[in-house]
């Protein structure tokens, strides 16, 4: 079954868009909703107005928050793997 593109109007940073994606547009607007807040946050602590730096630096914060929660999954990801390596040898020296 193909997926239906749809418009979704969004504003980020005092500038309206129209996206167009599969995506729901209830989704697109909490991700417009968050890219919006980190500018917004950037914003508050550089000395710019210039939205394109501002974008690029909410774009790296947004990033690095990416590469460390991808970071703890995989570590949490070996925990488990371990623990259970570990769990199946007791089960097996039980059985």
Do not use: W
């Not at 919006?36 to 774009?59: C, F, N, P």
């Not at 990801?77 to 059985?95: C, F, P, S």
């Amino acid at each position: 079954m193909a997926k239906t593109t749809t418009t979704t109007d969004v504003e980020i940073f005092g500038s309206s868009y129209h996206v167009r994606g599969d995506k729901d547009p209830e989704l697109l607007q909490e991700l417009a909703s968050q890219v919006d807040g980190k500018m917004r946050e950037i914003a508050q602590q550089v000395s710019t107005v210039d939205t394109a730096k501002i974008a690029i630096l909410a774009a790296l914060n947004i990033a690095d928050e990416l590469l460390q929660c991808r970071k703890q999954q995989e570590g949490e990801r070996v925990e488990i793997q371990d623990k259970v390596t570990r769990l199946a040898e007791r089960l097996e020296g039980v059985l």
